[in-house]
């Protein structure tokens, strides 16, 4: 994955961030203007109940002139007409809606104006009035209990959704950190893989020294090096003696782990800065040394045959000693004495088979 990839996911997952909260945001008030407007509308109904409280008024005051009626029997005075206006003002009221409880109720009250009318004796006509009355009260108190039990839900219901939508808001930031923690973890592990890559590409399989690729790009380069930094640079090469014998006696599994016993003493030995250890094919291996001297080097040199040595590794085949050993073809390049790579190599290649040739277990410098 590249960098630039990796931007451009974490681009659009911003903008996907951005479009969730603002959708979430939107939401929280679409949801909130419509609760408000449920409110609205229930105070529309308390307030509204207030209309057939009117219709109950009416009925008191046609109660009242039928009394009068009654009471003054004047001509120009219809009993007929009040009795009217009552039973038409009351079933309005007794005809809306009423919850189970008000139900009860007015059914109660309903039968006592209904008697109320077919006697209409003052005694019942005064004890309808004080029902509608009670029931005036009654209903005004209940209306008002409602709208308190409304408001108490409705209180709860904004919480509800407020908590809901801070959940959700949370949840998908969680979501899209995870998602970013994701991205960037595999991008990590990509750079690690590609760093492994770049080490693998560079590196020989079996003994983990720098392989003959990266060798030559090096190597190509000593002269430049050299005359830049006016350093003295050196090569060497060492070589397992009788290496096919050993191979042929012991095995090549034996002769595997020889070669990579003989690379870790040259990795331990030449550990330092500006020293580079490679395999160059084989039972091949080069070392590059930049700023040394000769005294350094041959120091070193010496210093490698006996650690080789020291390993005590059988080898009854070996015509040099009875343990594994080691020829040594080394030169020095001094700086603009621009001699090229290939001859220096070609030089160091000469004094290895010198060392080879004159008994083995020694080095050429």
């Not at 679409?30 to 509308?41: H, T, Y």
Request: glycine share 4%; proline share 1%; charged share 25%.
């Amino acid at each position: 994955m590249k960098k630039g990839f990796v931007n451009s996911i974490g681009f659009k997952l911003i903008v996907l961030l951005v479009v969730i909260f603002t959708t979430l945001i939107s939401a929280s008030f679409i949801f909130n203007s419509q609760i408000d407007k449920l409110k609205v509308q229930i105070d529309n109904i308390y307030f509204g109940n207030f209309i057939p409280m009117l219709k109950l008024q009416n009925v008191v005051n046609n109660y009242r002139d039928l009394i009068f009626c009654i009471k003054k029997r004047e001509f120009n005075c219809s009993i007929k007409t009040h009795e009217k206006a009552i039973i038409k003002n009351w079933k309005y009221y007794n005809t809306g809606y009423k919850t189970e409880t008000e139900r009860m109720v007015v059914d109660s009250i309903n039968d006592e104006i209904n008697k109320s009318l077919e006697v209409k004796r003052l005694k019942n006509l005064y004890a309808a009035i004080s029902k509608v009355d009670f029931l005036i009260t009654y209903e005004t108190d209940e209306a008002e209990k409602q709208r308190k039990k409304f408001l108490h839900k409705y209180t709860q219901m904004k919480n509800y959704l407020l908590y809901n939508m801070i959940a959700i808001i949370v949840f998908s930031f969680a979501i899209i950190l995870y998602i970013f923690l994701q991205i960037f973890k595999k991008d990590n592990q990509l750079t690690i893989l590609n760093k492994q890559y770049k080490i693998d590409s560079i590196t020989d399989g079996m003994t983990k020294l720098y392989n003959r690729t990266y060798f030559d790009n090096l190597f190509d380069n000593l002269p430049f090096i050299s005359n830049a930094n006016k350093w003295q640079c050196a090569f060497i090469m060492f070589d397992i003696d009788f290496f096919k014998q050993y191979n042929d006696t012991y095995g090549h599994d034996m002769g595997d782990k020889t070669l990579i016993a003989v690379a870790d003493v040259l990795k331990k030995y030449f550990n330092k800065e500006y020293e580079y250890v490679f395999r160059l094919g084989g039972e091949e291996f080069g070392v590059l040394l930049f700023d040394t001297n000769k005294e350094i080097l041959e120091h070193c040199l010496q210093d490698i045959n006996n650690k080789i040595v020291d390993l005590q590794i059988e080898h009854k085949t070996s015509e040099a000693l009875n343990v594994v050993t080691i020829s040594i073809g080394a030169i020095i390049y001094l700086p603009n004495s621009y001699v090229s790579a290939n001859k220096l190599y070609k030089i160091a290649d000469e004094n290895l088979y010198k060392s080879k040739h004159s008994g083995r277990n020694k080095y050429t410098l």
